[in-house]
């Protein structure tokens, strides 16, 4: 927690940059919600669009979703037909999928029920890292 309050706008952008490297990029998902949003979103959409599978894609859609809200359809879009060939295929795809539809979207595929509690829970555990992130950073103690 110490960290979001420190943490720059450039310093997420450069863990969202890193490509492949699934922690960095996951760590930058999550600090992604420690910087305004508004200057922070555009960076998460496209690391969402680029992502590389399971270990990255369900925080980077549920993330994306909070941040961006609808303008993240597109790259999960991106996302979901990429990852949907059988060689890459993993649990990402029907979670992202989830996270189309909670966005209003046309998904690729149905999304399972438990896909879409899956992406409800971790939406709902970002919008709360997201406000713990914003009561540290503000100096109030936390909960």
């Not at 369900?58 to 991106?78: E, K």
């Not at 993993?90 to 999928?97: H, I, K, L, P, R």
Request: net charge negative; proline share 7%; with cysteine.
């Amino acid at each position: 927690m110490r960290v979001s309050t420190t943490v720059t706008v450039d310093e997420v952008r450069q863990l969202l940059g890193s490509g492949w490297q699934r922690r960095p990029l996951v760590m930058g998902t999550r600090f992604a919600m420690a910087v305004p949003g508004n200057e922070i979103q555009a960076d998460v959409v496209a690391a969402m669009a680029t992502s590389a599978g399971g270990l990255t894609a369900p925080p980077l859609a549920a993330v994306s979703a909070l941040l961006a809200g609808g303008d993240a359809s597109d790259a999960m879009q991106t996302y979901a037909e990429w990852i949907a060939d059988p060689m890459r295929r993993d649990g990402s795809y029907e979670f992202v999928a989830a996270a189309i539809a909670h966005l209003g979207g046309t998904p690729p595929g149905v999304a399972p029920p438990a896909a879409i509690a899956e992406f409800r829970s971790l939406y709902q555990c970002a919008d709360e890292l997201r406000h713990a992130f914003r009561t540290a950073r503000e100096g109030l103690a936390l909960p």
